[in-house]
């Protein structure tokens, strides 16, 4: 080993204590020495100005021997080099051992430094002792306790006989070691740094691990620019290309991007390309984890392409995330596809699946995958629920076997969800099982008592079972809370709609009694797609947003149908400063009222901001078609004739409502009216337009 060689291992050993010596003490003035408050290396950057100095230990005394100070040099030089013990040394090179054999070298170089290693360390010895060398073996395989009961035994034979040096510094090196990973395991940063400080021969390259572990008890006890110190340390003095590469890639996942990037300035070559893409990993994930902006181009070209060539699920995991985050479920699907093909028990890549398909309303396909994943953690069985109320809200209903059914009865009963158990009472009212349904919406009330619509949809099953008495008192409680509840009683526009159409379906009651014959769907649920979990943001109070995450709370809303909590999402997005977001709020704040039938709330919310033309003329269409029902359901037939004039203002009167007006007529008794409106209606074979003009015929031959 050549001279130059032997003095950069002994500046190793000399300085790396010094690393974390600021962390062990108080804040002082400055009284040792240049070596102690230097720099790491005399090839590294100049240190940054500290409030306090380096000092070596803790309690220090104001002026302290030079031999005191850990590694001095001057203290190591008056050392004699009479007594160095080789035989560890000696032992190592025998055993062709050239790791440990370096290590030996520069530890007896830092002690010793006017010490030259002999010429050829495989001599033969003038002596030897085998059981010394059975010491020497034992420690070699890292049995340090048999080594230590060993060096006791002899003892106890020749109580003469000492160990040597070597082997007793080797065994405490070695069981600081085992004590400062131990306390890095269980977390426990101070005592890291405390035993680190303690034993500075393990602060070299020899052991880069125990760096490592120092320099993440700096990170995680908030000392970033001594955890920065140590990675500085060993990019600038280790040549390990491995262990190169890995301390930057640690620095990466623990420090701060600026801190973390200073870093790859020590690079030789493109050694540390592996922890750049690491850090666009770390960079696209954090973005994928929120609906909120967009990953650099170039990050996302170089992550495709690692997810594309690589075989871990890590990747493709992380690009599902951001495309689904960003509604673009149909390039998410396949990410995720790939990351359950290359790891099909990550539970997270399910979950993203079967959020995916949902987005994609391929809710049968959802349902099956997220079935196995139910247990798996909450979240996959929020994706789940959202399968099975997309499944079971559309409309017409799908064909859905026994078994599938059973399974979701089952997991729905355990899991107390309202949305899937008030789409699973849906399910059967539509399927003629209004008993099960009035079931279903009574136990859903019981899970959750302020959920308005099991309330709604008890109410409907009750009426359909002709229990007036019940259905009064759900709207006597509801009534204040809900105005669809309290106008349940009132006809209401699906009243003057075309015939029924026949759903081609087996149906079930709760006790699995099959009904075969077809049956005629009556009034349709209000469908819910998926959970707030699953989507919109989360499940968090919409009385907590913002303005700005209101907004698109509300649109989300609004496509889940939910348009009560809509309503109340555009109502906090109103209160923004910007106008344009009042603008959109005030737009869907009245599609909202509109779509949940308040159609008072809706002018009023229309007013509330500026809309552009065509927003302003959709609005008015929907207001005063909704006022003209609304008013004719009310027997207020000439105001319903007034509505409908001045919609005929913005809009060309739809067939529906040309009935609707020719039966206002027909109320007023305005007969040749009633007549000319139901003719030009019934030209387009409208039903009702047939019956209303064999009412009119009636009215005049006296029959009504």
Do not use: H
């Given at each position: ?18 690393i974390v010596?600021e ?6 003035e400055?009284?040792v ?10 090839t ?7 409030q ?7 309690a220090?005394?104001?002026e ?6 850990l ?20 032992y ?13 070298i520069?530890r ?6 006017n ?14 002792d ?6 020497w ?18 003892r ?15 065994l ?22 405390e035993?680190?400080?303690?034993t ?9 691990d125990?760096?490592?572990?120092v ?10 620019d ?5 990675y500085?340390?060993i990019l600038?003095?280790?040549e ?13 996942a623990?420090?701060?991007?600026a ?25 696209v994930?954090k ?8 990953a650099?181009a ?5 992550l495709e392409?690692?997810?594309?060539t690589g ?8 690009l ?19 990351a ?9 890549s ?5 959020l ?5 309303e391929?809710?049968a396909?959802a ?12 979240d ?10 997309g499944?079971l ?14 399974r979701?009865?089952?997991v729905?009963?355990?899991a ?5 158990g ?14 099960t ?5 009574a ?10 619509p ?11 079972l002709?229990?007036k ?9 509801w009534s ?7 106008n349940?009683l009132k ?6 709609r ?9 149906t ?8 075969a ?6 009034t ?9 979990s ?8 919409v ?7 209101a ?23 109103l209160?923004?400063?910007?106008a344009g977001?009042?603008?959109?709020a ?9 779509r ?12 509330a ?14 207001i005063?078609?909704?006022?003209a ?17 001045a919609?005929?203002q913005y ?14 007529y ?18 387009t ?8 003009l064999?009412?009119?015929?009636a009215?005049?031959n006296?029959l009504?």
């Amino acid at each position: 080993m050549s001279v130059k060689a032997f003095g950069q291992l002994t500046l190793v050993a000399a300085v790396s204590t010094f690393i974390v010596m600021e962390a062990l003490s108080p804040p002082r003035e400055p009284t040792v020495d240049a070596i102690t408050t230097g720099s790491i290396s005399a090839t590294n950057p100049p240190p940054r100005a500290r409030q306090d100095p380096i000092v070596v230990s803790q309690a220090m005394p104001e002026e302290l021997p030079v031999e005191t100070q850990l590694s001095a040099p001057a203290a190591a030089a008056r050392r004699s080099t009479d007594s160095v013990d080789e035989s560890a040394l000696r032992y190592f090179a025998r055993q062709g051992d050239t790791r440990r054999l370096d290590a030996e070298i520069a530890r007896l170089k830092a002690i010793y430094p006017n010490w030259q290693p002999p010429s050829d360390p495989l001599a033969p010895e003038d002596y030897s002792d085998p059981e010394l060398d059975r010491m020497w073996a034992l420690f070699s395989d890292g049995r340090y306790a048999d080594v230590r009961a060993a060096i006791a035994d002899r003892r106890a034979k020749e109580p003469d006989w000492v160990a040597p040096d070597a082997l007793v510094q080797l065994l405490d090196q070695a069981d600081a070691r085992i004590r400062l990973t131990n306390a890095s395991d269980a977390k426990q940063w101070n005592a890291v740094v405390e035993i680190a400080a303690g034993t500075p021969s393990l602060l070299t390259c020899d052991y880069v691990d125990a760096l490592w572990r120092v320099a993440e008890a700096f990170a995680s006890t908030a000392r970033i620019d001594r955890a920065e110190d140590v990675y500085t340390y060993i990019l600038t003095n280790c040549e390990n290309p491995n262990e190169r590469v890995a301390t930057v890639q640690k620095a990466v996942a623990l420090l701060p991007q600026a801190e973390a990037d200073k870093l790859f300035s020590f690079e030789r070559g493109n050694e540390f390309q592996a922890a750049r893409d690491d850090r666009i990993r770390q960079r696209v994930g954090k973005i994928a984890e929120t609906e909120e902006g967009a990953a650099d181009a170039a990050d996302l070209t170089r992550l495709e392409a690692l997810a594309t060539t690589g075989s871990e699920a890590a990747d493709p995991q992380v690009l599902g995330w951001y495309y689904y985050r960003r509604e673009k479920p149909s390039i998410a699907l396949e990410w995720f596809d790939k990351a359950r093909a290359r790891d099909p028990e990550s539970a997270k890549s399910a979950e993203g699946y079967t959020l995916t398909l949902n987005d994609l309303e391929r809710y049968a396909e959802a349902e099956t995958i997220g079935y196995d994943w139910i247990e798996s953690s909450e979240d996959n069985l929020a994706a789940y629920l959202g399968s099975v109320v997309g499944l079971l809200s559309i409309d017409p209903p799908v064909k859905v076997s026994e078994s599938v059914l059973d399974r979701i009865v089952a997991v729905v009963v355990k899991a107390r969800n309202p949305e899937a158990g008030e789409q699973l009472g849906w399910y059967a009212y539509n399927l003629n099982q209004t008993r099960t349904a009035e079931r279903w919406f009574a136990t859903v009330l019981k899970w959750a008592p302020d959920y308005e619509p099991a309330a709604f949809g008890l109410a409907t099953t009750l009426l359909a079972l002709k229990d007036k008495a019940g259905a009064n008192e759900i709207i006597r409680a509801w009534s204040d809370r809900s105005e669809r509840i309290a106008n349940i009683l009132k006809p209401v526009k699906a009243d003057l709609r075309g015939p029924r159409y026949v759903v081609d379906a087996p149906t079930y009651d709760r006790e699995g009694e099959v009904v075969a014959a077809p049956v005629r769907r009556s009034t349709a649920p209000a469908p819910v797609k998926s959970t707030a979990s699953a989507r919109c943001g989360g499940s968090g109070p919409v009385n907590t947003l913002s303005p700005a995450a209101a907004l698109p709370r509300g649109w989300c809303l609004m496509d889940l149908n939910r348009p009560v909590e809509a309503a109340a999402a555009f109502e906090i997005a109103l209160r923004s400063s910007d106008a344009g977001t009042r603008s959109d709020a005030a737009y869907g704040a009245s599609l909202a009222n509109l779509r949940s039938g308040v159609t008072d709330k809706a002018a009023v919310a229309a007013a509330a901001a500026p809309q552009t033309e065509k927003q302003r003329t959709e609005l008015t269409v929907s207001i005063l078609t909704q006022q003209a029902l609304a008013m004719y359901g009310e027997g207020r037939y000439n105001e319903t004739i007034l509505a409908l004039d001045a919609r005929n203002q913005y809009a060309q009167e739809q067939n529906d409502l040309l009935v609707l007006r020719g039966f206002a007529y027909l109320n007023l008794r305005r007969y040749a009216d009633a007549k000319r409106i139901f003719q030009a209606a019934a030209g387009t074979g409208s039903p009702d337009a047939i019956r209303g003009l064999a009412e009119v015929q009636a009215a005049q031959n006296g029959l009504r």
